[in-house]
């Protein structure tokens, strides 16, 4: 989460054990570490069964001169850890904040000039703390400029983890180190990262997921243009996973702050700044939280999940006042009893997490192999009701999309069931003679992306040999009120060829004379398209008729049963 970072905002956050061993452990960020950890947030914990606690170290306020610890604070922190401890909980230090002695700068979220400066301070930290801390995070959201003042550089930021790592360990060898939680899942500045020396260097890496105005559910997620989740996204640490798994690094990822605000405010950040709401309901904020904790149980490699935050920080309705699980008067919200729920009794919901199916795509023209000449019309659907656009390409070259209009709300799409995609493309009259590629892609709203293709020919009636032609849906109709007005109706083909067909379809109407059959009317109409022919009768009796084609190159003559009626 993007934040600046005072004194009286650290941050506690806990892990309660999960029913399953494959159940990341939950926890909360709680305030109140300065004073030995407040009697309201001890409450909490305990009462919610959470495991874990996470705080903010600031390295500005313990080593505020040169080689000086403040053991002031030293002695508030064991204080908490000590409390935590007696109930079970384990803690995990996030450090952060360079003294200006250390960076030159009054900003404390300038990095140090020196990496062994960090170092030689985090040593004497695992000295303090040994014996009371489980995991120390190195920095906080260090891929964001608002904490990594200057320029973000991944390499910097890993000259700053290799020096500590070794510090650390040296002191306290079964303490974990992690990654500094990135913004999001920035996968691309932990390969940043890999690129610069970092492998080797840290025990997990640690993500945020409760970036600024995330409004959307855990199982909502979209696709960057090289196919993986984005960063924003609560699915993406699986993107994280697998950059680790790309560098040989088979090791845990800890989901340090995970949570959506209730606020009521609009969006006041980032590219949907005024765009969008920044808060959920408080019903939405409870049914996230179980649906995350259900989606972290079913990836083992996450193994801690910490909520921010235990309470609403103030009675002002803002973004970052709101994350809270109780309200500033003290109560609790419904999301409260969810991560109590899921605390204490583990993950109870089913089935998959997230939408991560391609669309099943079905082409009804052309048929495979068929022949066109002057003329291609495509068509195709998809049964799936979350694809927002298909496109169409011949020999790898888009001729048409369909998409939700412009202006639609976002995730928009459209029922491909109701409405095919459709197009007559003249286009086809450019392509050379010869077999061609007809690809239909289908991309959903979470880019999920499937194609479909299917070939067909362009070929030269001149040089066809003789092609059959038949008639379908031939039909004989009778006024109900006039008898004498009848109609005949039906569809010229010719089943290898999906081009018009030349020449003219001809209807006849004969009548029986005197014991042989007399045309008395007839009519001819284009042989390319859908024929109807209506005629009023010149009198009653016994009558017949037929439709007759009689042939053009390259197609061969056909002709209709006669259909016999009588007219009374």
């Known amino acids: 989460m993007r934040r600046l970072l005072t004194c009286c905002t650290l941050l506690l956050a806990l892990l309660a054990p999960a029913a399953t061993a494959s159940a990341a452990e939950p926890g909360l960020n709680v ?50 850890m000590d409390r935590e401890q007696a109930a079970g909980v384990k803690t995990m230090l996030t450090v952060v904040g360079s003294p200006t002695w250390a960076s030159g ?18 040593q004497r930290i695992a000295r303090e703390f040994a014996g009371r801390v489980e995991v120390y995070e190195i920095w906080n959201e260090q891929d964001e400029a608002i904490f990594w003042k200057g320029t973000v550089d991944a390499a910097k930021y890993t000259e700053l983890l290799k020096a500590a790592y070794p510090a650390i360990k040296e002191i306290d060898p079964n ?9 999001g899942n920035n996968y691309s500045y932990l390969e940043q990262a890999y690129a610069a020396g970092a492998k080797g260097s840290f025990d997990a890496v640690s993500v945020h997921t409760d ?53 009521k405010t609009q969006c006041g950040r980032g590219a949907w700044a005024g765009q969008k709401a920044a808060g959920v309901t408080e019903a939405k904020q409870a049914a996230y939280l179980s649906q995350a904790y259900h989606c972290l149980a079913a990836d083992p490699y996450v193994e801690i999940a910490i909520w921010f935050e235990a309470k609403d920080r103030t009675a002002d309705d803002t973004e970052l006042g709101r994350y809270g699980l109780r309200r500033p008067d003290g109560k609790d919200k419904p999301a409260y009893q969810a991560f109590k729920d899921f605390a204490r009794g583990g993950d109870k919901l089913t089935g998959a997490c997230g939408d991560f199916s391609p669309p099943s795509i079905r082409i009804y023209s052309p048929g495979p192999n068929r022949k066109v000449f002057d003329k291609l019309i495509f068509k195709a659907d998809t049964p799936d009701k979350d694809v927002a656009r298909m496109t169409f390409s011949v020999d790898g070259v888009e001729i048409e999309n369909f998409t939700p209009p412009k202006g639609s709300a976002v995730g928009t799409v459209r029922d491909y069931v109701k409405e095919p995609a459709y197009r007559n493309w003249q286009g086809v009259r450019k392509l050379p003679f010869g077999a061609h590629t007809l690809t239909v892609e289908a991309k959903d709203t979470n880019g999920n992306v499937s194609e479909q293709s299917i070939q067909f020919f362009r ?14 849906k031939v039909k004989f109709t009778k006024a109900k009120k006039n008898p004498l007005k009848v109609s005949y109706s039906g569809k010229l083909v010719a089943p290898e060829l999906d081009f018009g067909i030349y020449g003219k379809v001809e209807v006849v109407w004969q009548a029986k004379r005197k014991g042989g059959w007399k045309k008395i009317h007839g009519g001819s109409k284009n042989a390319n398209k859908a024929f109807t022919f209506n005629q009023k009768l010149k009198f009653k009796g016994k009558w017949r008729v037929r439709a007759i084609y009689k042939g053009k190159k390259p197609y061969k003559k056909s002709a209709t049963p006669w259909k016999q009626f009588t007219v009374k």
């Not at 303490?175 to 913004?183: D, L, N, Q, Y």
Request: glycine share 8%; with cysteine.
């Open 31 to 80: 305030q109140g570490i300065d004073n030995g950890g407040s009697d309201e947030s001890m409450s909490m914990l305990s009462d919610t069964g959470a495991k874990w606690a996470r705080h903010f170290l600031e390295w500005n306020r313990f080593e505020p001169s040169k080689g000086t610890i403040d053991q002031s604070l030293v002695g508030f922190y064991k204080q908490t």
């Open 211 to 263: 970036t600024a105005c995330n409004i959307a559910s855990p199982n909502e997620f979209y696709k960057e243009a090289n196919g993986r989740i984005g960063q924003f996204p609560f699915l993406g640490y699986r993107e994280v996973r697998a950059s680790m798994l790309a560098n040989g690094d088979d090791k845990p990822i800890y989901m340090s702050e995970l949570g959506w605000s209730t606020t």
């Open 105 to 122: 700068s009054a900003d404390p979220h300038t990095p140090p000039t020196d990496p062994k400066d960090f170092a030689s301070f985090m």
């Open 459 to 472: 070929v030269d009636p001149a040089n066809l040999p003789p092609t059959k032609t038949q008639f379908t």
């Open 175 to 183: 303490v974990k180190v992690s990654f500094g939680p990135t913004t």
